[in-house]
């Protein structure tokens, strides 16, 4: 089993930063691909971005390609979400998820955390 707690979330204005971090313990020797996803109030959870466990390879959806930025450290066995630019549309509960069997893109993903809220006003 893998466990994931994201944490970092919070309030910010339209244009300014967040970092959110997953922490992940238990078999993260099993894991070798990580995703985030976020989910708006009334919407379906949607991709964000995505990486290989060793960082080499990343993956972005349109709408945040070149604002938000996926990163891990190996030492910590965290991943980084850094989230630049950013807008009121992007205001949802972000998701780390590990370990995915189907698309990286998919919601097909075997350990999920627990969400943190991110709030951009306007």
């Known amino acids: 089993q893998v466990q994931l707690v994201e944490s970092g979330g919070g309030l910010v204005q339209a244009g300014g930063s967040l970092r959110l971090s997953c922490a992940a313990s238990?078999?993260?020797?099993?894991?070798?691909?990580v995703g985030w996803f976020r989910q708006a109030p009334g919407k379906e959870r949607e991709f964000v971005a995505a990486c290989t466990w060793n960082g080499e390879r990343t993956y972005y959806a349109d709408s945040v390609k070149g604002r938000f930025t996926i990163s891990r450290d190996d030492v910590k066995n965290t991943v980084y979400l850094e989230m630049n630019s950013l807008k009121p549309e992007d205001t949802a509960v972000y998701y780390c998820a590990a370990d995915p069997y189907g698309s990286l893109t998919s919601l097909r993903y075997n350990y999920w955390g627990q969400g943190t809220q991110v709030n951009v006003s306007s």
């Open positions: 238990g078999r993260t020797f099993s894991i070798n691909r």
